[in-house]
């Protein structure tokens, strides 16, 4: 008798951790953080970026803004890396200064506002050997996306090195299918 008992406890404990992982791959990925506070305790909002698949199938990048706007959805090309050629409307160049950084993440201070350097596009800069202090000047070059100053390179104006992270059309450095 108790070994039945035991053995419907295990199959209800399966099918309960089954239904989880189900419910949870349905709902999607997604990034709760929406703004970082520095010590200085400046508010810095932050993109949020999931991968989400379809009703069609095709894999999307799904970009929201930290103050709560509407998504906007992406088609991707299956690897979960927006094709953000498509949506360069023009390089820009900003100058700017460091204000913080950390292990995590990077703020620089320009004209056009705070832009937020984090998660791989940061590990991918300090995997290269950038290393930046508060004060440091900089200069980005990138594109907007979806209101969102993604950095395609960056100058440390003092030396003058320059560090690649993403190339002509966008496309992150750090990800597969080059070649």
């Given at each position: 008798?108790?070994?039945?008992?035991?053995?419907?406890?295990?199959?209800?404990?399966?099918?309960?951790?089954?239904?989880?992982?189900?419910?949870?791959?349905?709902?999607?990925v997604e990034n709760e953080e929406s703004a970082v506070t520095t010590p200085q305790n400046h508010t810095v909002e932050v993109a949020q970026t999931a991968v989400n698949t379809t009703d069609s199938g095709l894999v999307a990048a799904v970009t929201e803004t930290a103050a709560g706007g509407n998504a906007d959805v992406t088609p991707?090309?299956?690897?979960?890396?927006?094709?953000?050629?498509?949506?360069?409307?023009?390089?820009?160049?900003?100058?700017?200064?460091?204000?913080?950084?950390?292990?995590?993440?990077?703020?620089?201070?320009?004209?056009?506002?705070?832009?937020?350097?984090?998660?791989?596009?940061?590990?991918?800069?300090?995997?290269?050997?950038?290393?930046?202090?508060?004060?440091?000047?900089?200069?980005?070059?990138?594109?907007?996306?979806?209101?969102?100053?993604?950095?395609?390179?960056?100058?440390?104006?003092?030396?003058?090195?320059?560090?690649?992270?993403?190339?002509?059309?966008?496309?992150?450095?750090?990800?597969?299918?080059?070649?």
């Amino acid at each position: 008798m108790k070994r039945k008992i035991f053995g419907l406890a295990f199959l209800v404990l399966v099918e309960f951790v089954v239904w989880g992982a189900v419910n949870r791959t349905s709902a999607g990925v997604e990034n709760e953080e929406s703004a970082v506070t520095t010590p200085q305790n400046h508010t810095v909002e932050v993109a949020q970026t999931a991968v989400n698949t379809t009703d069609s199938g095709l894999v999307a990048a799904v970009t929201e803004t930290a103050a709560g706007g509407n998504a906007d959805v992406t088609p991707g090309d299956g690897d979960g890396i927006p094709d953000a050629s498509e949506n360069i409307d023009g390089i820009f160049t900003l100058e700017g200064t460091v204000f913080y950084v950390d292990s995590l993440q990077m703020t620089v201070d320009t004209s056009d506002g705070q832009v937020l350097l984090e998660n791989r596009p940061w590990t991918f800069l300090v995997s290269l050997g950038f290393s930046a202090s508060a004060g440091d000047e900089l200069r980005l070059t990138g594109f907007y996306e979806d209101g969102v100053f993604e950095v395609m390179s960056i100058e440390q104006i003092s030396s003058g090195t320059i560090y690649t992270l993403r190339d002509e059309d966008g496309r992150p450095m750090w990800a597969g299918g080059r070649g």
